[in-house]
């Protein structure tokens, strides 16, 4: 960072400030910097070592539901123990300081959450992998009681209460995107005037309509991720930075 010019971090710091009402976008890139993989980054994802599961798979295969369960609880999966980085640390500032609105995010990892975000403002596009839930009575399940069950078990039983298929709360691949979150995520982005996108490389619709609509409604739109985006082009700035040093920077807590 010392070879470069600042100009850009500067020019977020003034766009931040002059904001009213900022929706954060986050995407994996936000979340790589707390040692959880990038699904679709080649070559240092999950993606690479194990196919997720299908929808359609998982609800038909009582053995295809065990197979997920056992990766899930046997695996070396770095999502448990992930703690928010300084990324989530400047983003959840900006929300307590009453700047910043929502976020919006791709992410499944609860750690806006965990950064002190309260619920209501974290608007999860795909889900949460934190606790799961019965497909068809919507009870929820911690997944720690979950994992107790497959150890002692060997298997995650059905839902105790009606007996449907538990599911983690993530929006998998082949299900519907979530009615009320997309509801949500839109009336947010129509209230906005600065819409920052973090570590999202803006390229599975019809999250990435996000920006496009803030950006045709007037808000300025800025874009913090390593690698270009589509959406480059219509930004008002774009960062090609990391993503914590850039944003904890741009909001005065290094
Ligand atoms: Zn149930």
């Not at 982005?189 to 920052?196: A, P, Q, S």
């Not at 803006?202 to 390593?226: D, T």
Request: aromatic share 6%; proline share 4%.
């Amino acid at each position: 960072m010392k070879q470069r010019t600042t100009d850009d971090l500067e020019e977020l710091r003034r766009l931040l400030e002059a904001a009213h009402r900022i929706v954060f976008f986050t995407g994996a890139g936000i979340s790589t910097e707390s040692g959880i993989p990038d699904f679709r980054s080649h070559g240092t994802g999950l993606w690479t070592k194990m196919q997720p599961t299908q929808f359609q798979d998982f609800v038909a295969s009582e053995a295809i539901r065990q197979e997920s369960w056992r990766r899930r609880f046997t695996g070396e999966r770095s999502i448990e123990n992930a703690k928010p980085n300084k990324g989530h640390e400047a983003i959840a500032k900006l929300i307590r300081d009453g700047k910043a609105i929502a976020v919006i995010t791709q992410n499944v990892d609860n750690l806006h959450q965990d950064s002190g975000i309260d619920p209501s403002q974290v608007i999860e596009l795909h889900g949460n992998a934190s606790y799961a839930k019965c497909l068809d009575c919507q009870t929820r399940y911690e997944m720690i009681d979950l994992k107790r069950q497959f150890t002692d078990t060997g298997r995650v039983a059905p839902c105790g209460e009606c007996g449907g298929v538990i599911k983690n709360a993530t929006i998998s691949f082949g299900q519907a995107m979530p009615e009320r979150e997309m509801r949500r995520a839109q009336e947010q982005t129509l209230r906005c005037d600065l819409f920052v996108v973090v570590g999202s490389s803006l390229v599975v619709y019809p999250a990435a309509g996000f920006p496009e609509l803030a950006k045709q409604l007037g808000a300025k739109l800025v874009i913090v991720n390593r690698e270009p985006t589509p959406l480059d082009s219509i930004a008002d700035l774009v960062v090609h930075r990391e993503i914590g040093q850039t944003l904890s920077f741009a909001v005065g807590i290094n």
